[in-house]
């Protein structure tokens, strides 16, 4: 491979371009039930194929921080067994259909995911609701999911990119959900009760709070139908429940945290906290960051970093908006011996964005790549769910597909400056080195 | 029951050519969705190299995007990108291949982009030097400080002795850092040649409309000699060899590979069945036995590299719980071959992993670039029309049929086993 996936924001990575007339139809229809559960279906008759995602407010944010892994450890054990059937009984009925039914949780939600064909959906819905409804949260199922979580955990310490990205976190959200795993850690862990995790599922996993996304070889008015006999009568939530706020903002300066491996490369993080999705300098930002590290061979860092000095095989930059600010990092290996250089050349980049803007070429070529890619984030049932639910989570609206269009179209030279000023901070930044640091030695003043 | 769904073969909608100068052009109009996925792919990869120049085929894919008269380097994928457009490349054991993505009105600037760097390829010498650098970080990214990956090839490493199959795809570190501009150039006027190459659109456009348009950018270039087969085979395996290694780790890891027949043999549906039956989804057999219940792996299953030119393996893996030993996941997972050939399977365990073949083969051709992918990829290994065989050859599997193969290939002395013991992480 000659290069590295795309990842931009939560999977938000762009949309399309070209004198390409979008279409001005919706991204779905929505409608929401008695219950207030809504369901958002996008008919696509291609293929006898069916995506669903059931979206629900239980993120790592809704969790108290002495319980760290409480909302992972409850959506992963969904689907390992129900009132009336087994962790193993679930997995053969759905390998049984060549269908695949996964559970997570991310910072923000929860998901479910299944995939199968159209002739299974009775059958699918039938365990989608039962994973829903009437998790059984056995104990015996809770200690060995515990017991592979913290063996996960343990294993990602193989994993340098891994390290610098746990450190990095932490250093930049401290005590904050953003700042930790998903999974939390071997003690918050150990800590919890199965009395807490019912409680959690209890108060989060309720019809109000979740949306479902229907994407495949469906009629709307009978999927809807369908999903209302088997999840109409899922009762609403009772209490008010409360999630974690903003991150407290990190102090303005300079912060480096060298961690010690035997590794040929050096895994470096610089960067710092970003911005809410919600934060009307999203576009801008997007268009910005793609000139600086996201836009892969057409990024400065890459050309800069890679191309002209053969110092890392991948370099990127990247926001990761959320509900509250995510983080903004650069992303680089480079072998140890050229660690201190390949950072100074980062900073350089940050502050040369920062004072001297882009040019009207780069604006153009930026432009033209995010909205002229946007066939390319509808063109499969997978990546179309996908965008759905995050469209409706962080309500962007049905009709965003058209108005990114015009958001990203409407940015304009001084609102890179402008952005750039604001949200990158080259004087104030975490940075994390995983490295051989003997050979990766790199002074004080190389970070200037 | 399914049945019917997947018979509407997709493969009976592709529109084979073949110009004068050997050009393969395999075209599948797909119009569901307003884009288009040109690929290319160069019957070349590590399977053609020998014992100093590994990684020759990975760092040539490299260099293909460093430059031609025409285009700058790295202006390809720029030109792309500005086209709301993906690019990217890829090498393997047996093909380098080449694709772009966008909306289907720009069908036409792949076609006149891959055309000319088909033969006009610069390599110019500082280039070379500055993307060899690149490609030595890319090995230090993906194997050397990542365990399993070491592990995995030091496994392919010692599973073949005569097989190029035994060398990694990215090169040994010092063969990398030997390969020079004179390599690029004889490899790049052997391999990236017409008759060498297949050319695969799908996507929505009309057929009719683009292949004149193919002809006009590719119908120039000459013919070459055909490049030199691979002779190399691999003999029988006569007794099981064992591989460790050493790296900083947290847990122990074992690669298990058998020989086996590719697809171009009948006993590959079987194996391909019985694949499905010991990993497919958290039922299959190895998640089941040594991750749920045992609890002996955090992660484990197998797999089955069936598209391959020539005979490769059958891999099994898994990774050791914190408490247990390599020992014991390795007579976890022997056990699970052995009891398939002692028992027979039920009827409804084999439909069921038929049917996780058959959904995931449906699943499969939702992307434009996966479906672009398969026929690449059996049109290189075998031939695309193979890809016809694979349903009704699945179905016709039976239980009995898995026994045999698994007696057949799966035994201790036709297998390589591979160790990643962990030495003490710094903390």
Same mark, same amino acid.
């Given at each position: 491979?000659?290069?590295?996936?795309?990842?931009?924001?939560?999977?938000?990575?762009?949309?399309?371009?070209?004198?390409?007339?979008?279409?001005?139809?919706?991204?779905?229809?929505?409608q929401i039930l008695e219950n207030g559960l809504t369901l958002l279906v996008r008919s696509s008759r291609a293929l006898p194929i069916v995506t669903i995602k059931v979206t629900v407010q239980a993120g790592s944010l809704w969790e108290p921080a002495e319980r760290a892994g409480l909302a992972d450890l409850t959506a992963l054990l969904l689907t390992r067994g129900t009132t009336t059937r087994t962790a193993a009984q679930i997995d053969e009925s759905v390998d049984f259909i060549g269908a695949s039914l996964s559970s997570s949780a991310g910072r923000d939600f929860s998901e479910v995911d299944l995939t199968l064909l159209k002739k299974d959906i009775p059958k699918g819905l039938e365990l989608l609701a039962d994973v829903l409804l009437h998790p059984i949260f056995e104990q015996g199922e809770i200690a060995r999911k515990v017991r592979e979580l913290k063996a996960a955990l343990r294993k990602r310490q193989e994993d340098p990119g891994e390290v610098a990205e746990e450190v990095f976190n932490q250093l930049v959200f401290g005590t904050h959900p953003y700042g930790r795993p998903l999974e939390g850690n071997e003690t918050s862990l150990t800590a919890i009760t199965r009395n807490e995790i019912v409680g959690f599922y209890r108060d989060h996993y309720t019809p109000e709070r979740t949306f479902i996304t229907i994407v495949g070889d469906v009629d709307q008015r009978e999927i809807v139908s369908r999903i209302r006999t088997v999840l109409g009568s899922w009762p609403k939530g009772k209490g008010?429940? %409360?999630?974690?706020?903003?991150?407290?903002?990190?102090?303005?300066?300079?912060?480096?945290? %060298?961690?010690?491996?035997?590794?040929?490369?050096?895994?470096?993080?610089?960067?710092?906290? &970003?911005?809410?999705?919600?934060?009307?300098?999203?576009?801008?930002?997007?268009?910005?960051?793609?000139?600086?590290?996201?836009? !892969?061979?057409?990024?400065?860092?890459?050309?800069?970093?890679?191309?002209?000095n053969g110092w890392a095989y991948d370099v990127s930059s990247q926001f990761s908006p959320g509900l509250e600010p995510g983080s903004f990092q650069v992303v680089l290996q480079t072998k140890n011996e050229t660690a201190g250089p390949a950072?100074?050349?980062?900073?350089?980049?940050?502050?040369?964005?920062?004072?001297? &803007?882009?040019?009207?070429?780069?604006?153009?070529?930026?432009?033209?790549?995010?909205? !002229?890619?946007?066939?390319?984030?509808?063109?499969?049932?997978?990546?179309?769910?996908?965008?759905?639910?995050?469209?409706?989570?962080? %309500?962007?609206?049905?009709?965003?597909?058209?108005?990114?269009?015009?958001?990203?179209?409407?940015v304009r030279k001084d609102d890179i400056l402008r952005v750039a000023?604001?949200?990158?901070?080259?004087?104030?930044?975490?940075?994390?080195?995983?490295?051989?640091?003997?050979?990766?030695?790199?002074?004080?003043?190389?970070?200037r | 029951m399914v049945q019917n769904?997947?018979?509407?073969?997709?493969?009976?909608?592709?529109?084979?050519?073949t110009l004068e100068n050997g050009l393969k052009v395999l075209l599948?109009?797909?119009?569901?969705?307003?884009?288009?996925?040109?690929?290319?792919?160069?019957?070349?990869?590590?399977?053609?190299?020998? /014992?100093?120049?590994?990684?020759?085929?990975?760092?040539?894919?490299?260099?293909?995007?460093?430059?031609?008269?025409?285009?700058?380097?790295?202006?390809?994928?720029?030109?792309?990108?500005?086209n709301g457009g993906r690019d990217n490349a890829f090498t393997s054991e047996d093909y380098t291949g080449y694709f772009e993505t966008f909306a289907s009105d720009r069908v036409e600037l792949a076609l006149k982009l891959e055309a000319d760097r088909m033969r006009g390829l610069l390599l110019d010498p500082k280039e070379v030097e500055s993307e060899k650098k690149v490609v030595m970080e890319e090995r230090r990214l993906r194997t050397d400080d990542d365990p399993v990956s070491a592990l995995r090839e030091a496994m392919e490493a010692v599973a073949f002795e005569s097989h190029p199959y035994r060398q990694p795809v990215i090169g040994w570190m010092t063969d990398i850092e030997g390969l020079r501009r004179g390599d690029l150039v004889r490899y790049y006027n052997m391999y990236y040649v017409p008759n060498n190459a297949v050319l695969i659109v799908v996507g929505d456009f009309k057929g009719e409309e683009l292949l004149p348009k193919i002809r006009h950018y590719f119908g120039s270039i000459p013919r070459a000699a055909d490049p030199p087969a691979v002779r190399a085979v691999e003999p029988e395996q006569r007794g099981e060899r064992r591989v460790l290694l050493k790296k900083e780790a947290e847990l122990p890891f074992v690669f298990m590979g058998y020989h086996v027949p590719n697809l171009k043999q009948p006993d590959n549906f079987a194996l391909e069945v019985l694949a499905y039956i010991l990993s497919g989804g958290k039922s299959g057999r190895i998640y089941k036995s040594l991750v749920y219940e045992k609890q002996l792996a955090l992660f484990a299953g197998g797999g089955y590299e069936r598209e391959?030119?020539?005979?490769?393996?059958? /891999?099994?893996?898994?990774?050791?719980? /914190?408490?247990? +030993?390599?020992e014991e996941v390795e007579q976890a997972l022997t056990a699970e071959i052995?009891?398939?050939?002692?028992?027979?399977?039920?009827?409804?365990?084999?439909?069921?992993?038929?049917?996780?073949?058959?959904?995931?083969?449906?699943?499969?051709?939702?992307?434009?670039?996966?479906?672009?992918?398969?026929?690449?990829?059996?049109?290189?290994?075998?031939?695309?029309? +193979?890809?016809?065989?694979?349903?009704?050859?699945?179905?016709?599997?039976?239980?009995?049929?898995?026994?045999?193969?698994?007696?057949?290939?799966?035994?201790?002395?036709n297998r390589t086993v591979a160790v990643l013991i962990p030495e003490k992480m710094k903390k």
């Open positions: 491979m000659r290069r590295y996936g795309w990842t931009l924001s939560f999977s938000l990575s762009l949309l399309l371009l070209l004198p390409v007339v979008v279409a001005a139809a919706p991204l779905a229809e929505r008010s429940v %409360k999630r974690a706020m903003e991150p407290a903002p990190l102090q303005e300066k300079i912060v480096v945290k %060298k961690v010690d491996r035997r590794v040929t490369q050096a895994n470096i993080i610089l960067g710092h906290q &970003g911005i809410r999705r919600d934060n009307p300098d999203f576009y801008a930002l997007t268009v910005m960051n793609y000139i600086l590290g996201g836009g !892969g061979f057409s990024s400065r860092l890459v050309e800069r970093i890679r191309e002209r950072i100074q050349e980062v900073v350089r980049e940050l502050r040369r964005i920062r004072e001297q &803007g882009v040019t009207d070429q780069e604006l153009v070529d930026a432009k033209a790549y995010l909205t !002229g890619s946007f066939p390319l984030r509808l063109d499969t049932n997978a990546k179309l769910a996908g965008l759905i639910s995050a469209v409706e989570y962080y %309500k962007l609206g049905l009709d965003y597909a058209d108005r990114y269009q015009t958001l990203i179209e409407n000023r604001i949200y990158l901070r080259p004087e104030g930044y975490v940075l994390v080195v995983v490295a051989d640091q003997v050979k990766a030695a790199f002074s004080e003043s190389d970070k | 769904l997947a018979d509407a073969q997709v493969t009976a909608r592709v529109a084979e050519s599948l109009e797909e119009h569901k969705a307003p884009v288009v996925t040109v690929h290319i792919w160069y019957r070349v990869g590590a399977r053609n190299e020998q /014992p100093g120049i590994t990684g020759l085929s990975h760092l040539l894919e490299h260099m293909m995007f460093k430059g031609t008269s025409m285009v700058g380097p790295g202006q390809f994928s720029r030109i792309i990108k500005k391959s030119i020539d005979p490769n393996l059958f /891999p099994l893996y898994a990774s050791v719980m /914190p408490g247990k +030993t390599a052995e009891r398939v050939k002692n028992e027979l399977i039920s009827d409804r365990e084999l439909q069921k992993a038929k049917n996780q073949i058959e959904a995931g083969f449906l699943f499969g051709q939702d992307s434009v670039f996966n479906l672009a992918r398969q026929l690449a990829e059996y049109e290189i290994v075998a031939d695309w029309r +193979t890809w016809e065989a694979y349903l009704p050859g699945i179905r016709a599997v039976t239980a009995a049929d898995l026994q045999r193969v698994a007696k057949t290939y799966l035994t201790p002395d």
